[in-house]
């Protein structure tokens, strides 16, 4: 298993691929993508029984992207694990790729789930987990959920099911990064009560720095001890890594210029090059 | 006068039937199993039952995520609240990635009754039939609906939409009925006019066939239960052999059955009318089931009288 320093740098690495896929002068998801990205780095390299080499396994631990526009985070993902080439990660969203605007299970191996339409991922989830209990395989299925995605009726439809049937095995991880494609996702007030609402539906939840590598594996193996259904509440920044980009809703969905590309690039790099550093010391 | 069922009743017996031969075949319902008549399956097969609550989005998403995982979700619900409420979950999550769940529309259609137009689903083939990899069918007796249920549960494949009806039909079909996906069924032949019909409204033509008889017009009957893929052949033999194209469907004449045959008519460029008999651009309303059929002229007596006012 890696090491929290281990995965800091596939954090970072994560980043990267994400900006590098996304390219310039092209409208792209940035904000959300590279809020999940330490998120992402965990579920897969610290949490996740799988094996890239047989993404159909049927015993493998499922991930579930429900927040659909941020697939490029799973793209990169799957590329790193070796699930399919790195080099494709470059074609996304262009006419005949395989790496579709929002997740295509049927086309990518390694996708799960058809999102996009906001609200449906951990519904999904919940069914993957019925199925395991009904063939009797111990798999745990993950799903990440945006903050603003929870405003969506189903998203409680679903969190009262996955109790209501026992899945203890489904964990939901709310990437709180705070903004939607607009505005804040929540005010001050409104904000307070989202861990309270998955706890009034009989969730464990547990909230954390969804920056902090170390932080957010001690959740993730928290839920797996838990034995009932976890929601991991976790703060983010939208567009984190790219300082001319965090916090800022215009970056939900936009393109960036050559020279702003560049910038994120040299400013990833500067971040890899630095947990080098620290790891060789 | 031979003995008459509703699907909905055959359909519950049937999915019985096929829980026990297919290991994987599951069956979720939110909160109308007596209605949708899953409380068979459940009672046997308590396991492979989801209740889901009052949660119809919930749970067709959750059907999705069980077939990604080989089973075979059956998802209940009277047929408006399935194909309406939770479009966009069966759109993207089932009908896209092409999986294999089977939708029960139950109570579908204006027979529905004294609901009104929040439970009549007027609409519903034409929704199910835009959407890609769909498989659209409508069982017009006890028969064909026992064979469709289990081919559901079996040999086909994908996304497939069952509309299930509470009025009681007689059977048009012989014990010797074999399903074959796409085929229409001829029940009678008739040089001047052919009846197209769907569900409940194939035992209607029948009698509308007969009543033209004594008319002195010779109608065929056929039953064009798959309405998608709809068997294009058996519409150019309509139009071939025929004065007169009749669609009979208790649904909007719009983009249900006599849509799709108006969209092969006029691929083809036949140059014979088309007569398309269902519920006009409207919704439903309270009343009983024969009060609304009466109303719409979708009866053996309405039909004859709309054929022989279009023959002029």
């Known amino acids: ?281 | 006068m031979s003995e008459c069922y509703q699907t909905r009743y055959i359909y519950g017996e049937a999915l019985l039937e096929a829980g026990g031969r297919y290991a994987n075949v599951v069956a979720l319902d939110a909160d109308l199993y007596t209605s949708t008549r899953t409380v068979l399956f459940r009672d046997a097969f308590p396991d492979r039952f989801v209740d889901m609550g009052i949660a119809e989005m919930d749970m067709m998403s959750t059907a999705a995520g069980l077939a990604s995982c080989d089973m075979v979700p059956f998802v209940n619900s009277f047929a408006m609240f399935l194909t309406a409420h939770c479009y966009d979950q069966l759109r993207i999550q089932i009908c896209y990635p092409r999986l294999h769940v089977v939708l029960a529309g139950s109570s579908a259609g204006l027979t529905q009754g004294p609901d009104g137009a929040s439970h009549q689903s007027l609409e519903d083939i034409a929704l199910m039939r835009a959407l890609p990899n769909m498989t659209v069918l409508v069982p017009a007796d006890a028969i064909e609906t026992r064979a469709m249920t289990l081919a559901a549960a079996g040999e086909l494949d994908g996304p497939i939409y069952l509309r299930l009806g509470r009025y009681p039909v007689p059977n048009v079909h012989g014990a010797d009925y074999r399903f074959a996906l796409g085929k229409a069924i001829r029940l009678r032949e008739g040089g001047d006019v052919t009846l197209l019909a769907c569900g409940h409204m194939v035992s209607a033509a029948m009698g509308a066939a007969q009543a033209l008889e004594g008319e002195g017009i010779a109608a065929s009957v056929v039953n064009m239960s798959t309405i998608k893929p709809l068997d294009a052949e058996a519409v150019h033999r309509a139009t071939r052999e025929s004065r007169l194209v009749v669609t009979v469907e208790e649904h909007s004449i719009i983009g249900g059955l006599g849509g799709a045959v108006a969209e092969v008519m006029a691929d083809a460029g036949a140059g014979v009318p088309l007569l398309r008999l269902g519920t006009p651009d409207v919704f439903g309303e309270s009343a009983t089931a024969d009060e609304l059929l009466n109303k719409h002229g979708l009866t053996p007596t309405g039909i004859c009288r709309s054929v022989l006012q279009a023959l002029g």
């Open chain 1, 1 to 281: 298993m890696p090491s929290i320093h281990e995965l800091e740098r596939l954090a970072v690495q994560m980043r990267m691929c994400i900006v590098d896929m996304m390219g310039s002068d092209k409208a792209h998801h940035f904000g959300g993508s590279l809020s999940a990205a330490d998120l992402m780095t965990a579920i897969y390299f610290h949490a996740m029984r799988y094996d890239p080499r047989d993404p159909a396994w049927p015993e493998r631990d499922r991930f579930v992207m429900s927040k659909g526009h941020c697939v490029p985070a799973q793209y990169a993902a799957l590329a790193m694990l070796g699930v399919f080439p790195t080099a494709e990660l470059a074609t996304l969203k262009q006419l005949g790729s395989r790496l579709q605007g929002h997740p295509a299970a049927h086309i990518l191996p390694g996708i799960e789930a058809c999102t996009g339409s906001l609200g449906q991922g951990l519904s999904f989830a919940n069914g993957m987990a019925l199925a395991g209990r009904m063939r009797r395989l111990d798999y745990r299925v993950y799903c990440l959920l945006g903050d603003g995605e929870t405003h969506e009726g189903q998203v409680w439809e679903a969190a009262r099911t996955t109790v209501r049937q026992r899945l203890a095995n489904v964990t939901a991880i709310v990437d709180r990064n705070g903004l939607k494609a607009m505005d804040p996702s929540y005010d001050a007030d409104d904000l307070c009560r989202l861990g309270g609402r998955w706890e009034a539906l009989g969730w464990a939840v547990r909230e954390v720095d969804g920056h902090d590598m170390a932080a957010i594996c001690g959740a993730l193996d928290w839920a797996r001890a838990e034995d009932k259904p976890c929601a991991i509440l976790a703060a983010t920044v939208k567009g984190k890594g790219v300082s001319f980009l965090e916090g800022q809703a215009q970056y939900h969905n936009a393109a960036l210029t050559r020279e702003q590309i560049a910038a994120a690039r040299a400013e990833l790099e500067g971040r890899r090059e630095q947990i080098t550093e620290v790891g060789a010391r």
